[in-house]
T-cell receptor, first 113, second 113 residues
Framework: AQSVTQLGSHVSVSEGALVLLRCNYSSSVPPYLFWYVQYPNQGLQLLLKYTSAATLVKGINGFEAEFKKSETSFHLTKPSAHMSDAAEYFC???????????FGSGTKLNVKP | DGGITQSPKYLFRKEGQNVTLSCEQN?????MYWYRQDPGQGLRLIYYSQIVNDFQKGDIAEGYSVSREKKESFPLTVTSAQKNPTAFYLCASSTGQNQETQYFGPGTRLLVL
C-alpha cells in the first residue's frame, strides 16, 4: 500500500528565509515521488519529481528535494522564500507498476514580508 | 498549445439533478483521472482510466460515473446519489508509463443551490 504524510498543514516563513516542507511516504515497492504546487482556484503544477536517477532533485522556481530511503522522506526545500512562493504544496507518491497516484493532504505556505 | 481543459469553471447543481463536468486533453495521453479536492483533505481519486473504453473506481466513486469513449475525453457525471457534491474537481492525465508525471487541468468548482 502507498500513502503520503505531510507534516504541518500550514507553514509560515519570512521573505528570504529557508523553506522546508516535510513529506514522508510509505510504499511496498520502489516509489516515484512528486511535489506539486497549487495557487488558489487553479490546477496543480509540477515542481519536481524523483524517479531514482538521483537522490537530490532540482525543480522549478529554485525548489529542490532530497530522497532519503532510510527515513522514507522526500522533503521540499528552498534556500530563500519569495512572496510569490505563497501557495499550497502537495507531495505525491506512485509505486512502480501501479497507475495510481496518492497525494498528501497539502501544506499551505505563507510568506511574510 | 497542448494541455488539459476543463469546463465549466463554475457549476451549480440543484437538488436531485445530475451534472456533467467536461475534461479534454490534447496531449495524446492514455491515462486520465478525476480527483475531488476538499479543504484540508488533499486530493482523493474518484475514477481513473488507463485506456479507451476502460475505467476503474478510485477511493470515492460512489455517487459518480464516467465514460471513456474517446482517448481525449473523460467526462465525469455527479449524480443525485452524491449527497455532498460541493468541492473542487480536478482532471489529470498521464502517458501511463512508470516515470511519467500527471498533468492537471484548471479545475471545476461545483456548488449546490
Amino acid at each position: 500500500a502507498q500513502s503520503v504524510t505531510q507534516l504541518g498543514s500550514h507553514v509560515s516563513v519570512s521573505e528570504g528565509a529557508l523553506v522546508l516542507l516535510r513529506c514522508n511516504y510509505s510504499s511496498s515497492v520502489p516509489p516515484y515521488l512528486f511535489w506539486y504546487v497549487q495557487y488558489p482556484n487553479q490546477g496543480l503544477q509540477l515542481l519536481l519529481k524523483y524517479t531514482s536517477a538521483a537522490t537530490l532533485v532540482k525543480g522549478i522556481n529554485g525548489f529542490e528535494a532530497e530522497f532519503k530511503k532510510s527515513e522514507t522522506s522526500f522533503h521540499l526545500t528552498k534556500p530563500s522564500a519569495h512572496m510569490s512562493d505563497a501557495a499550497e504544496y502537495f507531495c505525491a507518491v506512485r509505486a512502480y507498476n501501479f497507475n495510481k497516484f496518492y497525494f498528501g493532504s497539502g501544506t499551505k505556505l505563507n510568506v511574510k514580508p | 498549445d497542448g494541455g488539459i481543459t476543463q469546463s465549466p469553471k463554475y457549476l451549480f447543481r440543484k437538488e436531485g439533478q445530475n451534472v456533467t463536468l467536461s475534461c479534454e486533453q490534447n496531449l495524446n495521453h492514455d491515462a486520465m483521472y478525476w480527483y475531488r479536492q476538499d479543504p484540508g483533505q488533499g486530493l482523493r481519486l474518484i475514477y481513473y482510466s488507463q485506456i479507451v473504453n476502460d475505467f476503474q473506481k478510485g477511493d470515492i466513486a460512489e455517487g459518480y460515473s464516467v465514460s471513456r469513449e474517446k482517448k481525449e475525453s473523460f467526462p465525469l457525471t455527479v449524480t443525485s446519489a452524491q449527497k455532498n457534491p460541493t468541492a473542487f474537481y480536478l482532471c489529470a492525465s498521464s502517458t501511463g508509463q512508470n516515470q511519467e508525471t500527471q498533468y492537471f487541468g484548471p479545475g471545476t468548482r461545483l456548488l449546490v443551490l
